[in-house]
């Protein structure tokens, strides 16, 4: 179960996000919380910071990356896995 993908932002490693039961969480790396604190890196509503975003938070943004309806239907077709595991389709 525990999947953990890199997340980058313009080729610099920014984070992680950790698959859970309930989706995942995203988390920044430690290098960027000490010098972007606060600041929108990623997304406004995921400013950097040093705990882990919840699942909510985190399931929210990284599904908006997805395409919707018959789309996610056919890509997770593809991949082998339900539309609602998006960290198995980002991956």
């Not at 056919?74 to 539309?83: A, F, N, R």
Request: charged share 20%; hydrophobic share 40%; with cysteine.
């Amino acid at each position: 179960m525990a999947k953990e993908l890199s997340v980058y932002l313009e080729k610099q490693h920014i984070g992680n996000l950790i698959q859970t039961y309930r989706g995942a969480r995203f988390v920044y790396d430690e290098a960027i919380y000490t010098e972007y604190m606060g600041m929108p890196l990623l997304s406004a509503s995921l400013p950097v910071k040093m705990r882990p975003y919840s699942e909510g938070l985190t399931n929210a943004w990284f599904r908006g990356l997805l395409p919707e309806g018959r789309r996610l239907d056919v890509l997770s077709q593809k991949i082998g896995c339900t539309p609602s595991d998006y960290v198995r389709i980002l991956a």
